[in-house]
């Protein structure tokens, strides 16, 4: 059985910072492209930053890029985001998830991936 497990959310407040991680189990994911995306309250699910199987490709949603920087360790089964500079509007839930695409191609779209964390909550205050 896949599972992807997220962890390392919390409150923060707003400037500070936080590194969520996921844990594969059933799976490799380094035959894997990986992505984290949030949802906010009343919102739908939207893309932060995904991460080619290797880790020689990354790519961010604007709204996040200079302040959160995704990365991977294939021999740990784990990806993980780093996530500095926290604003009150990235409160959400975060969601990792993985691809069976394994290359170069950018996977921004929920669409493109098949297996998805339960999500951790992530809370900045102002």
């Known amino acids: 059985q896949v599972q992807l497990v997220e962890s390392g959310g919390g409150l923060v407040q707003a400037g500070g910072s936080l590194r969520l991680s996921c844990a594969a189990s059933g799976y490799t994911i380094s035959s894997s492209n990986m992505g984290w995306f949030r949802q906010a309250p009343g919102k739908e699910r939207e893309f932060v930053a995904t991460i080619n199987w290797s880790g020689s490709v990354t790519f961010y949603a604007d709204s996040v890029k200079g302040r959160f920087t995704i990365s991977r360790d294939n021999a740990k089964n784990t990806a993980y985001l780093q996530m500095n500079s926290l604003k009150p509007e990235d409160t959400a839930v975060y969601y990792c998830?993985?691809?069976?695409?394994?290359?170069?191609?950018?996977?921004?779209?929920?669409?493109?991936?098949?297996?998805w964390g339960q999500g951790t909550q992530v809370t900045v205050s102002s």
């Open positions: 998830a993985a691809s069976l695409w394994a290359g170069t191609q950018v996977l921004i779209t929920t669409s493109r991936y098949k297996y």
